[in-house]
């Protein structure tokens, strides 16, 4: 099976042209690729296929062989993807997700992909959209119990579900312990949420480190941008429409409207091509 693998922001995911290989099953295809140690590597699995209501559709499974929703850095890097292969042959398109369709714009440099535009639609602050067992208007510094401390989690949908958790700096925060806590707090998640660390530095720069669902740890995580933007916006730490997010693995630009319709810009970059023994 022929494959390419791609990064944005440090998230790294393989990508596959569907439309060759329309008999996959695609969990179990996504669980070996995905592997670092038996499979190729990579926080994801991405393949295209035929759509009734947008140009392509992207089908998104995690590392551990969940089916996701959407992914930030995901389109980004599944957009090039498409593009440098001509299975779309446009610089403006639709990308069907299962979070709906995403509005795509390429900036190319010398005929290359140089950046992403995605237009992510609009983050919901509803507890019933996300969704969150907290019988409030909003999830906003709502205080739980994780470990035995208390912490001030926020939360919302931006495609798939979202917590975000403000802190001064890092220290005394394991983030992949408690990350991996939240996430499984069914009694609060129904359906489980990622988990976002974010310091913000100033109007314009805010430092995101994340915790996946269905992944962990990951180097960056678009839908996870876009949440702590929109957060950190709601709960008045920034008062522009543009910030810069600073990933682990590199930068994500998010800009908001009143309405708190999203747009996210930044890169992707092709690391590998090859081919795979299923």
Same mark, same amino acid.
């Given at each position: 099976?022929?494959?390419?693998?791609?990064? @944005?922001?440090?998230?790294?995911?393989?990508?596959?042209?569907?439309? +060759?290989? &329309? $008999? *996959? =099953?695609? /969990? !179990?295809?996504?669980?070996?690729?995905?592997?670092?140690?038996?499979?190729?590597?990579?926080?994801?699995?991405?393949?295209?296929?035929?759509?009734?209501?947008?140009?392509?559709?992207?089908?998104?499974?995690?590392?551990?062989?969940?089916?996701?929703?959407?992914?930030?850095?995901?389109?980004?890097?599944?957009?090039?993807?498409?593009?440098?292969?001509?299975?779309?042959?446009?610089?403006?398109?639709?990308?069907?997700?299962?979070?709906?369709?995403?509005?795509?714009?390429?900036?190319?440099?010398?005929?290359?992909?140089?950046?992403?535009?995605?237009?992510?639609?609009?983050?919901?602050?509803?507890?019933?959209?996300?969704?969150?067992?907290? @019988?409030?208007?909003?999830?906003?510094?709502?205080?739980?119990?994780? +470990?035995? &401390? $208390? *912490? =001030?989690? /926020? !939360?919302?949908?931006?495609?798939?579900?979202?917590?975000?958790?403000?802190?001064?700096?890092?220290?005394?925060?394991?983030?992949?312990?408690?990350?991996?806590?939240?996430?499984?707090?069914?009694?609060?998640?129904?359906?489980?949420?990622?988990?976002?660390?974010?310091?913000?530095?100033?109007?314009?720069?805010?430092?995101?480190?994340?915790?996946?669902?269905?992944?962990?740890?990951?180097?960056?995580?678009?839908?996870?941008?876009?949440?702590?933007?929109?957060?950190?916006?709601?709960?008045?730490?920034?008062?522009?429409?543009?910030?810069?997010?600073?990933?682990?693995?590199?930068?994500?630009?998010?800009?908001?409207?009143?309405?708190?319709?999203?747009?996210?810009?930044?890169?992707?970059?092709?690391?590998?091509?090859?081919?795979?023994? *299923?």
């Amino acid at each position: 099976m022929r494959f390419s693998k791609l990064q @944005a922001a440090g998230n790294d995911f393989i990508l596959i042209n569907g439309l +060759e290989y &329309r $008999e *996959l =099953e695609l /969990s !179990s295809t996504a669980k070996k690729v995905c592997d670092r140690h038996f499979g190729i590597g990579a926080d994801g699995m991405m393949t295209c296929e035929e759509s009734k209501v947008a140009d392509i559709k992207m089908n998104y499974y995690n590392s551990d062989g969940s089916r996701g929703e959407m992914c930030g850095n995901g389109i980004r890097c599944f957009s090039k993807f498409i593009y440098d292969n001509e299975i779309v042959k446009k610089e403006q398109f639709s990308v069907e997700t299962d979070a709906g369709i995403k509005y795509i714009n390429l900036t190319l440099e010398n005929g290359k992909v140089k950046y992403i535009s995605v237009d992510m639609g609009k983050v919901d602050f509803r507890p019933e959209a996300i969704p969150c067992n907290i @019988a409030k208007e909003h999830v906003l510094e709502e205080r739980v119990e994780v +470990e035995g &401390r $208390e *912490l =001030e989690i /926020s !939360s919302v949908l931006m495609g798939v579900p979202h917590t975000v958790i403000l802190v001064d700096d890092y220290k005394g925060y394991d983030i992949d312990k408690l990350g991996k806590i939240i996430e499984y707090r069914t009694d609060i998640f129904p359906k489980k949420t990622n988990v976002n660390f974010i310091q913000v530095i100033d109007n314009e720069n805010i430092v995101i480190k994340t915790w996946e669902r269905g992944a962990g740890r990951t180097l960056g995580c678009g839908t996870g941008c876009c949440s702590a933007a929109a957060i950190a916006h709601r709960l008045g730490k920034i008062n522009g429409n543009r910030v810069k997010m600073i990933t682990e693995g590199g930068e994500v630009f998010v800009e908001l409207d009143s309405n708190y319709n999203i747009l996210m810009k930044g890169s992707a970059e092709t690391i590998c091509t090859g081919e795979f023994l *299923l």
